[in-house]
T-cell receptor
Framework: KAGVTQTPRYLIKTRGQQVTLSCSPI?????VSWYQQTPGQGLQFLFE???????NKGNFPGRFSGRQFSNSRSEMNVSTLELGDSALYLC?????????????FGPGTRLTVL | GIQVEQSPPDLILQEGANSTLRCNFS?????LQWFHQNPWGQLINLFY???GTKQNGRLSATTVATERYSLLYISSSQTTDSGVYFC???????????FGPGTRLSVLP
């Protein structure tokens, strides 16, 4: 089975631009979660989507948004980029989205904001 | 929300040595995973272990849920074990993972 895939792997943007990141979960997995990793804040939860609905949201500003499609693929959008948005963005999928399931991560998208 | 601590923050070993990494959490959990983050940033699943003991080759893990801690054991360490090890938990009230700050392991040849 193919693992979680994320595109693009690397991205360079300038302040004020917007960016869209994509995540394809493991086949059959319906839950997709997004995390931001920075040296200062560590790994922080952004949001989770399950069956095209946002189930849970972390403490991030409204500039961070996402969606999930009927094939479970998910996109994350960041508008009006700030320097502090430079980070590794990780996507994870799990089978059913219930609390007991194992989570699998993609390789990440490294975003640099200049 | 639930708090997750990991110790030690940094660990330097000679190849062949054994080590124990600890994860403490502040509330009951129904999900706990250990990950190894490789130099390229990917989180590699090591163990899904909300309770009990598991072993996989040179690695093993134990979670004592009633005492709110988990241990990751690495035996006969190799240079390829270097990287950051994260513990992540889901408490009984939430659905998303909360990560600890990680333990940075350096294995010297």
């Amino acid at each position: 089975k193919a693992g979680v895939t994320q595109t693009p792997r690397y991205l360079i943007k300038t302040r004020g631009q917007q960016v869209t990141l994509s995540c394809s979960p493991i086949s059959g997995h319906r839950s997709v979660s997004w995390y931001q990793q920075t040296p200062g804040q560590g790994l922080q939860f952004l949001f989770e989507y399950f069956s095209e609905t946002q189930r849970n949201k972390g403490n991030f500003p409204g500039r961070f948004s996402g969606r999930q499609f009927s094939n479970s693929r998910s996109e994350m959008n960041v508008s009006t980029l700030e320097l502090g948005d430079s980070a590794l963005y990780l996507c994870a999928s799990r089978l059913q989205g219930v609390r007991g399931n194992e989570q699998f991560f993609g390789p990440g998208t490294r975003l640099t904001v200049l | 929300g639930i708090q997750v601590e990991q110790s030690p923050p940094d660990l330097i070993l000679q190849e062949g040595a054994n080590s124990t990494l600890r994860c403490n959490f502040s509330d009951s959990v129904n999900n706990l995973q250990w990950f190894h983050q490789n130099p390229w940033g990917q989180l590699i699943n090591l163990f899904y272990i909300p309770s009990g003991t598991k072993q996989n080759g040179r690695l093993s893990a134990t979670t004592v849920a009633t005492e709110r801690y988990s241990l990751l054991y690495i035996s006969s360490s190799q240079t390829t074990d270097s990287g950051v090890y994260f513990c992540a938990v889901v408490d009984n009230y939430g659905q998303n993972f909360v990560f600890g700050p990680g333990t940075r392991l350096s294995v010297l040849p």
